[in-house]
């Protein structure tokens, strides 16, 4: 039977999984960078030359890459604190915070790679939308954190 704990013990595995993603997915950048150069020339013109993509692409991969090894550390902060029964705390709300800049910080890094490549500048605007949306999550989680305070004055 499915339970809740069972969930959250996946959820924290799947953050740890897709940390060691991250971390594998780093030694192999300039691969992945040099294939992408040579094999997707086929995209629509952007603003700046394909053939010199290679170095821009590399350091918005490495940056992209840093970016959500931290997201991914803040979210799995946040599911050891609920796996507690700390919910409503403003520790939760601080990860929240920094997950949503985070998002917002790497779709800021990816439109500017889409000078290069326009689908990145796609991407980046979903990366800020998600950014986004986190931090109306965080604002109902800081609401929350609010009305569980005055509640635990009351007597």
Do not use: Q
Not at 55 to 66: G, L, R, S
Not at 92 to 97: A, D, F, G, P, V
Not at 98 to 111: F, K, N, T
Not at 116 to 139: D, E
Request: net charge neutral; aromatic share 14%.
């Amino acid at each position: 039977m499915w339970s809740k704990d069972r969930s959250l013990f996946l959820s924290r595995i799947l953050t740890v999984a897709a940390a060691a993603v991250c971390i594998f997915t780093a030694f192999f950048i300039p691969t992945i960078s040099e294939w992408y150069e040579y094999e997707m020339a086929y995209e629509a013109a952007s603003i700046f030359d394909r053939s010199t993509m290679f170095i821009p692409m590399c350091i918005t991969m490495y940056i992209c890459d840093a970016l959500a090894l931290a997201a991914l550390w803040n979210l799995h902060v946040l599911l050891k604190n609920i796996s507690r029964d700390e919910v409503f705390v403003d520790k939760n709300t601080s990860c929240l915070r920094r997950i949503s800049w985070i998002c917002m910080a790497a779709g800021v890094v990816l439109m500017i790679f889409g000078l290069w490549s326009s689908i990145f500048a796609f991407i980046g605007v979903m990366a800020v939308m998600f950014g986004l949306i986190m931090r109306v999550l965080k604002n109902v989680f800081d609401k929350a954190v609010e009305i569980k305070s005055e509640n635990d004055f009351t007597i």
